[in-house]
């Protein structure tokens, strides 16, 4: 979680509460284990990286693409429906304010 405030002030998101509360969730669920994010992250599994993934889409997206990946054709990752939808709304607009950075 030490990354977080790091990763809000050079995204331009640390006045986003729903979208840093995403960043911890992001940072505590394991998504660094596969993915990389603001050079942070394992990059497994064909994962990308998701530092600039706020370009490709808007926080609905996310929240459907994170509760069955699998119908985006993604047979790799699993569901994470299990975090609840408010979980999924907070991880939704941190994905969303991911621009690439400073």
Do not use: R
Not at 39 to 48: H, R, V, Y
Not at 50 to 72: C, K, Q, R, S, W
């Amino acid at each position: 979680i030490l990354l977080v405030p790091e990763w809000a002030e050079q995204q331009g998101f640390a006045d986003n509460e729903q979208a840093v509360q995403g960043a911890e969730l992001f940072a505590q669920s394991g998504c660094l284990n596969c993915h990389t994010y603001m050079g942070q992250g394992a990059g497994n599994l064909g994962a990308p990286d998701l530092t600039a993934i706020g370009e490709t889409n808007d926080a609905a997206y996310f929240v459907e693409y994170l509760a069955n990946p699998a119908a985006f054709g993604n047979t790799v990752m699993g569901s994470y429906s299990y975090l609840g939808q408010e979980n999924l709304e907070a991880l939704g607009a941190f994905l969303e304010a991911s621009k690439g950075g400073e």
